[in-house]
């Protein structure tokens, strides 16, 4: 009866309802006295030898009333003097973490031990509380001079005490209450059994009392509200206590057996809690780190050559079959246990050797599960949608299967709908079943994250709120537990993610003080990233949580990918572990690490690309092909008009930018711009549209492979462009590849329907672009029609780029119209807010036309001339805004222009051969200055292809040495 008792008390423990209530038995081997002696202390005083327990409220109250309250504390008070330590009691209930303790001692020991707790010793400290963890001291306490120990006191207590004696009433009713430090003859513990018979009259609660016995354990039951706990003596030798500077000799037999009962019931309350955690962990289909934690606070999860996950643990793991099916289904290969230092290796799960036909049909059935699990995964990672679709036809009807990974695949290709279908089903089924309340509350809590994102991409109002549905899912737990568990904690505080993004915090403020550095032992920070990333994929995929819905999972997400790229950006790190070596961690890029990139929006990746100045990432082959496969896979999945449109427009833009880092090698971007032009969507890479940058992304992938560029690309290009319609043309795009066309030196087109319809729908900047690429014939017909055109409009923009291009020479009609509109432009006046956007737009074009003009010597002597003597103070203002005051200079006196005011901004503001002929002039500031841009690029691993500064020099040096031999 004893092991049920504590297990009773190890359960209203841990559920928060166990209120104990310390008596002065307690506090008797710190030296301080029982109730007793204290009673003869006032007996002595007014001379009575020999009294009865039925006095024992009379003679402090005679000493009061005869004697007055000074005396009457004095007497007590002096039994309190000394210095007190608290003894092993105190220590147990600290570690028990009681929400309420209440006693009715007057000394501080309980406090004194136990820091943290709100102290309430009369009325007026209740309004004041803001713990959530309390000592009533109900018999209140010397600094308040409000002790009760004379009869009066007892009698007008609940006058007296009024809102303390209505908490403790209040928790008699909620709570069990375990009395300590009593015996049940106690006046103490009579007046308040007369409370428990009011409060406790249907004997829904009953109290228990632990008291001592030199017999063998007995425990007794009385037919009022409190159970006694008969505890047997141990019988150990005394120990010496400290006590006011003399070595006093108690019997600690008492403190030693009430301290091991309240640590049988802590010890028990642990078994507890572990057994409902598992409960709810079992339940699950991936455990990380954290959870293992819970599970055995001395586990680690680490991970091997081979990427298989093991369990370390300094304990030994017991009940391994217990735990087999969770171990299996979290993907751990086996556990390795450390028993006296020594590593002792634990094959699990379903270890072959022993295995029962029982054990190894489940072990089959698991393996088929999590067969059919990474199927869904990989397609998910894919995003291949046609094929999840499919996959899911398959399995839809199997029972045996994951069904979680089926709501997370909807999730996560926005089909809403169909994922809260498939979770209300699995609910459906799982009631009539009855099934596992910890499975059903995780269902209805998957079921609140999609009505969340309901909330979040509903057009129309759902007649549903945020804390609408967390009330709901509150209601539905409590419908099935009555107190908190660590299921709350995972459903409504979300402790798994809020863990781990914690870890991933710790990691990245370790990456980026320099500490993943020189690693011989131990594992690097951004390699427990990578490993705690996949943990987090793993365990939100398969237990259908879609991570993107919480603002920690974005974070941890950021985080993830900063490490990786701080690591993959620092070239001065160095990994001395060879296991981690091997691995390219810092060199080259998985595909998984990809997928992770695009879980963040696009707006935080090109954030972070920007910020670690991210020009070139490296990856496989086979890792590539991947990506351009994953290209396609996204544009098969995004539909027009749909509601999450732009959300997956926004992945799209992602991969571009990735791909746009990447390094494709001939036939990859073959099939890249296959697969573009192919799509149903195509269109979207060739339109101007200011919320999108997927043009953008796709010229700077053009850009990058300009050595694959052949006549193939530019006529599936043109013939594709011609199709657009010509208000939504991305104008920058059909720059940029007529510019590649004209470098690549292709096959001039010669005029036809097709190219002339284009080119006479579009605006004048576009026709000039076509130039770039028409026959000598229609070349003629055009320019002369774009000059027309210029003439009578002066648009600086196109005229600019018709000098630059060289196809015209500088009109010298236009010199005065230029002055003039420099002045027109920079008048100093107020400009209109609403027009700031077109003043800015102009006042860079004509500053453009001017620069680049003058850096390519297409500006004449005389309107140079003319451009000395202008002197507009808001002019040279914008040439300053623009860090442009030192081309200036040069434009006008290139002749005696000191080149040591250059800086690598001017160099890169030249063409290459602009550069080369700077170079000839053989100005050895000039030439310093050239040679330390290069070889700044060098050292930090810049890319340098295409850079026309390298090209140019290297092109400059070389015929600088033939000319020499």
């Known amino acids: 009866m004893l092991e049920q008792d504590i297990r009773f008390l190890a359960e209203e423990l841990e559920k928060g309802k166990l209120v104990v209530f310390v008596g002065s038995g307690v506090s008797k081997n710190s030296g301080l006295p029982e109730w007793e002696e204290l009673i003869k202390d006032y007996a002595d005083y007014r001379g009575i030898k020999e009294f009865t327990s039925k006095q024992f409220l009379t003679i402090p109250e005679e000493v009061f009333e005869r004697y007055g309250s000074l005396k009457y504390y004095e007497i007590a008070e002096k039994r309190f003097l000394g210095k007190y330590v608290t003894n092993s009691i105190h220590r147990i209930l600290k570690k028990m973490k009681l929400t309420y303790i209440i006693t009715t001692n007057y000394d501080t020991l309980i406090e004194d031990e136990i820091k943290n707790l709100q102290i309430v010793s009369k009325d007026e400290d209740l309004p004041y509380t803001n713990s959530n963890r309390m000592l009533i001291k109900m018999h209140g306490d010397f600094e308040n001079k409000n002790i ?32 300590i430090g009593y015996s049940y003859s106690d006046t103490n513990v009579q007046q308040i059994m007369n409370w428990i018979k009011e409060i406790l009259k249907e004997k829904t609660r009953k109290a228990f009392l632990v008291e001592f016995t030199n017999e063998d354990n007995k425990e007794e039951e009385n037919g009022e509200q409190i159970n006694k706990i008969s505890l047997k003596l141990l019988n150990d030798n005394n120990d010496e206590v400290l006590y006011e500077n003399k070595k006093e000799r108690f019997n600690n037999n008492y403190e030693k057996t009430l301290t091991k009962f309240l640590s049988n019931i802590y010890n028990e309350k642990e078994k507890v809690k572990q057994e409902k955690i598992f409960e709810i962990y079992i339940n699950l289909n991936y455990l990380t780190k954290h959870n293992w934690n819970k599970l055995n606070k001395y586990s680690e999860i680490r991970i091997d050559e081979d990427w298989k996950r093991i369990l370390y643990t300094r304990l030994e793991f017991k009940d391994i079959e217990k735990y087999e099916e969770i171990l299996f289904k979290s993907r751990i290969k086996k556990i390795l246990q450390r028993i006296n230092r020594n590593e002792k290796e634990i094959l699990i799960p379903f270890s072959e050797k022993g295995i029962t036909p029982k054990r190894k049909e489940q072990k089959n059935i698991l393996e088929e599960k999590i067969e059919v699990e990474e199927k869904f995964l990989k397609i998910i990672c894919d995003y291949d949608y046609k094929n999840f679709q499919n996959l899911v036809e398959e399995y839809k009807e199997n029972n045996n299967i994951n069904k979680y990974v089926i709501v997370y695949g909807y999730l996560f290709f926005k089909k809403i709908n169909k994922a809260k279908e498939t979770i209300k089903s699995m609910i459906e089924e799982k009631e009539n079943v ?66 781990l993004n914690k870890e991933m915090n710790k990691l990245f403020d370790k990456v980026r003080k320099g500490k993943s550095a020189s690693y011989v032992m131990g594992t690097p920070p951004s390699y427990k990233a990578i490993i705690l990333s996949r943990d987090l994929f793993y365990f939100c995929s398969l237990n259908g949580i879609f991570g993107n819905s919480f603002s920690d999972y974005s974070e941890f997400m950021k985080k993830y990918i900063e490490i990786l790229l701080m690591s993959y950006t620092n070239k001065n790190i160095e990994v001395k572990n060879q296991m981690f070596k091997n691995r390219n961690l810092i060199e080259e890029f998985e595909y998984f690490d990809f997928f992770m990139m695009l879980e963040l929006s696009y707006s935080d990746l090109k954030k972070l690309f920007n ?34 449109f732009m959300e997956k427009i926004d992945t799209l833009e992602s991969i571009l930018l990735i791909i746009s880092k990447l390094d494709l090698i001939e036939t990859q971007f073959e099939k890249l711009v296959d697969i573009i032009l192919n799509d149903k969507n195509s269109n979207v890479f060739f339109e101007n549209n200011y919320a999108l940058e997927v043009a953008d992304n796709f010229r700077v992938i053009i850009y990058k492979n300009f050595k694959n560029l052949n006549k193939e690309f530019f006529d599936k290009i043109l013939e594709k462009i011609f199709s657009i319609d010509r208000k939504r043309i991305d104008e920058n795009l059909l720059d940029h590849i007529t510019h590649y066309f004209k470098k690549k030196e292709m096959p001039k087109i010669s005029k036809n329907d097709k190219i002339e319809n284009f080119i006479n729908k579009n605006n004048l900047k576009i026709k000039c672009y076509f130039l770039r690429i028409i026959d000598e014939i229609y070349f003629e017909e055009l320019k002369n029609e774009i000059l027309k055109e210029i003439k009578d409009t002066l648009n600086i923009e196109v005229y600019s780029f018709l000098l630059n291009e060289k196809f015209i020479d500088f009109i010298p009609e236009t010199e005065d119209k230029i002055i003039k509109e420099l002045d027109r432009i920079f008048q100093k006046k107020d400009i209109d807010i609403s027009n700031l956007i077109s003043y800015t737009s102009e006042k860079e074009k004509i500053l453009d036309f001017l620069l680049v003009s003058g850096l390519n010597n297409r500006l004449p002597i005389s309107f140079i001339e003319k451009l000395k003597k202008y002197k507009n103070k808001e002019f040279f203002k914008s040439l300053e805004q623009y860090e442009s005051e030192i081309l200036w200079k040069y434009i006008l006196n290139q002749e005696n222009f000191d080149y040591s005011e250059f800086t690598e901004n001017e160099l890169e503001k030249f063409s290459k051969i602009r550069i080369k002929n700077l170079l000839e002039k053989n100005n050895k500031k000039l030439i310093k200055l050239v040679r330390e841009y290069i070889f700044s690029k060098i050292k930090n691993n810049d890319n340098i292809s295409n850079n026309s500064i390298v090209e140019a020099y290297f092109e400059w040096e070389s015929e600088k040495n033939e000319a020499t031999e």
């Open 148 to 179: 009760v120990l004379k009869k009066s006191d007892y009698d007008n207590y609940e006058k007296n005490f009024q809102l303390i004696s209505t908490l403790v009433k209040g928790l008699f009713t909620t709570n069990t209450v375990l009395f």
């Open 434 to 499: 009855n099934s596992k309340n910890e499975k059903l509350v995780w269902d209805n809590f998957i079921l609140s994250i999609i009505e969340f994102i309901e909330i979040t991409h509903a057009e129309e109002n759902l007649n549903k709120t945020f804390e609408s549905i967390e009330e709901s899912l509150e209601d539905k737990y409590f419908e099935y537990f009555k107190y908190e568990t660590e299921l709350f904690n995972e459903i409504f505080k979300y402790s798994t993610l809020e863990a």
């Open 611 to 644: 910020e670690y100045e991210i020009k070139d990432l490296k990856c496989e082959k086979e890792i590539l092909d991947k990506l351009i496969v994953l290209l396609k896979n996204i544009l098969d999945w995004i539909i027009k008009n749909d509601n999450e």
